[in-house]
């Protein structure tokens, strides 16, 4: 073909091809905004995606990964070494309320995380590079997941569990996702701590019920309840270490039947976040400790469900360096930002960081003029199609020079 191993050239052409194919990934994200599907139901898109990829022509599609909606393609390059890029396709229960033409066409579903644009970029990626193949110095694993938003159906951890990290054996990864605090035209990522562990705490206090009236008779699991949670939020302010991180919040609370009646127990429930392992593991230890020592203190008894949901994200440091290079590299110093902060949201993309190294990005995608500046999960959330392109040269150049320079 023309193209010499000039990298200047190669760095052109990706870049170019990404802006090429703007309107099909502006298409591609539209239909795909149209037809949101919830977390364990992406069939059509997931029929969507693979039909896409066969058309774009890459080496293998596998459909229904792992008894799961997941699509995972592959690209073959030259030699024996493999990169990941993931994409998440679900959509969440929610009544969009902006007025646009690709507006939801399923009523209460919604693609307000931006997964519709996530799966998009990386169809995107998917046609650069089969586009490139001839320079191609490794091969590209494309993962298309089902059930980021939800903790019970476990999105990544499936996929992990049925192999898509191995046959070939990934040697990194990276995704991306959109971020509404950045302009359109930027991009960001950190090393370390990047995303909270987002776990689900259950407690039920149980007393002894009696007359209002009559308190002595009974074991109160409201005044048990009441202390346990006050004493639960302390834990993260006498126990963690203030330069950690952390987030306990009691987020519901049920209990009782009328004024004058004493209950028999109580239920509340809430979330935990952290940005490390370690303290992830420390926590419930000490909710424990609060919950026991409350309940024995006033006779009652109690149940706590600690869940795991998503782990932390945290990035890592070489992939990471070489994520900010070649994004400087590609898009000018003046649009990568080293963000500063981690962020205390939950991603399933951490349990693929406990398997390979990899790096998670931001996208910018807020535009003050054309009025796209509604965070996240929000129901006039949008985002600037002009970030797509920019969106796929940068995965499409991280895949490409990954493997180029670990082959
Ligand atoms: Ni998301």
Redesign the pocket.
């Known amino acids: 073909m023309g193209i010499k191993h000039i990298p200047e050239e190669l760095k052109e052409n990706i870049k170019k091809i990404s802006f090429d194919i703007k309107d099909d990934v502006i298409n591609w994200r539209r239909h795909i905004h149209m037809y949101p599907e919830l977390s364990g139901q992406e069939q059509k898109t997931a029929k969507f995606v693979a039909q896409k990829l066969r058309e774009i022509g890459v080496d293998e599609v596998i459909e229904n990964f792992g008894g799961t909606t997941a699509v995972v393609g592959l690209i073959k390059g030259k030699h024996d070494i493999t990169v990941a890029l993931r994409a ?1 396709m679900d959509a969440l229960p929610m009544i969009e309320k902006i007025d646009v033409p690709y507006r939801s066409r399923h009523e209460g579903v919604m693609h307000s ?3 519709d644009a996530h799966t998009a970029i990386l169809l995107g990626a998917a046609k650069v590079l089969v586009q490139m193949k001839n320079h191609l110095m490794g091969n590209v694993k494309l993962i298309f997941q089902p059930c ?2 939800r903790h019970d159906c476990d999105g990544a951890k499936k996929l992990i569990e049925a192999g898509v990290l191995e046959n070939p054996e990934v040697s990194a990864i990276f995704g991306i ?1 959109m971020f509404p605090e950045l302009p359109a035209g930027k991009v960001g990522t950190k090393p370390g701590h990047f995303m909270a562990s987002s776990d689900i705490f259950r407690v039920v206090i149980k007393g002894k019920g009696s007359h209002a009236s009559r308190p002595h008779l009974g074991v109160d699991p409201v005044v048990i309840a009441a202390q346990t949670i006050t004493s639960l939020h302390h834990i993260v302010s006498r126990k963690v270490d203030p330069l950690h991180p952390a987030v306990l919040t009691v987020g519901k609370i049920e209990g009782g039947y009328a004024e004058n009646i004493i209950p028999d127990e109580v239920k509340f429930s809430g979330t935990v976040r952290t940005l490390s392992l370690e303290l992830r593991d420390e926590i419930p230890k000490w909710m424990e400790h609060t919950i026991w020592g409350i309940t024995l203190a006033y006779g009652g008894a109690y149940k706590f469900e600690y869940e795991h949901g998503t782990p932390p994200v945290i990035n890592d440091e070489k992939t990471t360096k070489f994520a900010l290079g070649m994004m400087r590299d590609l898009l000018g110093e003046e649009n990568v930002v080293e963000l500063e902060n981690p962020s205390m949201g939950g ?1 399933d993309f951490g349990e693929y960081l406990l398997k390979v190294p990899g790096t998670f990005i931001r996208l910018g995608i807020r535009n003050e003029e054309k009025g796209i500046t509604a965070p ?1 999960h929000s129901p006039v959330f949008d985002i600037d199609e002009d970030a797509l392109p920019i969106g796929v040269a940068v995965m499409s150049y991280l895949a490409f020079k990954w493997v180029e320079e670990h082959s």
């Open positions: 998440d995380c931006g997964h980021e938003e996702h991603e996240l």
